[in-house]
């Protein structure tokens, strides 16, 4: 029986840390403001001057979990990126990933799910290798919030969660009767609790 495998992992955020103290700067707020109600101390953002978009973190990811699977670009059959903060409106990130890594024909799909991205991709990428259509897969998740924030006292309750980085994973196919892999998944969504644009 056909099953999904995580074969290796990796993470990255850009190098430039803000912390509590740094947005105090910009908007009402303190490190114990923020950290009562969330925990969080520091977040990772893109550099100031722009230029590095969610495909730039993915592929700094990817790099990481292919070399922890022993994977090669050239091993991969399928790239699922998911985002909702993605470098240009088109091609998708899926497709410049598949460029950066030095692919010509590999097929990319990109999937909007924001804070679900990664269970709709997984559940994803295993359909495909359990169907048998797909045995290696590259699932990429990556966001670059930081260059949407509002970074007024009035936006603070969002702009101090959010941070920018990426995670890979590499999907494998592995045919044998033993408990492990991907055993189940559960997808659900309730469209009802979208606020429309005229509401």
Not at 68 to 76: F, N, R, S
Not at 120 to 135: K, P, V
Not at 138 to 143: A, I, N, S, T
Request: proline share 5%; net charge negative; hydrophobic share 35%.
């Amino acid at each position: 029986m056909k099953k999904t495998s995580i074969a290796g992992t990796g993470r990255y955020v850009p190098p430039r840390k803000v912390t509590n103290k740094d947005l105090s700067r910009w908007m009402e707020t303190s490190d114990e403001w923020i950290r009562q109600r969330t925990g969080i101390e520091e977040r990772y953002w893109v550099p100031e001057e722009g230029g590095v978009g969610a495909s730039d973190l993915g592929l700094e990811a990817s790099r990481i979990a292919l070399e922890k699977a022993g994977w090669e670009p050239g091993d991969i059959d399928l790239i699922i990126f998911a985002t909702l903060s993605p470098d240009i409106f088109f091609p998708g990130p899926g497709c410049l990933m598949q460029q950066k890594l030095g692919l010509d024909r590999t097929p990319a799909l990109d999937i909007r799910q924001q804070c679900t991205g990664f269970l709709y991709g997984l559940a994803t990428a295993d359909a495909f290798i359990r169907s048998g259509y797909y045995e290696k897969i590259l699932f990429v998740g990556g966001e670059v919030h930081s260059t949407g924030l509002d970074l007024s006292t009035e936006g603070r309750d969002v702009s101090a969660i959010f941070g920018d980085g990426a995670g890979a994973v590499c999907l494998a196919c592995v045919d044998d009767g033993a408990p492990t892999g991907i055993l189940a998944s559960a997808l659900h969504a309730e469209g009802a609790n979208g606020r429309q644009p005229h509401d």
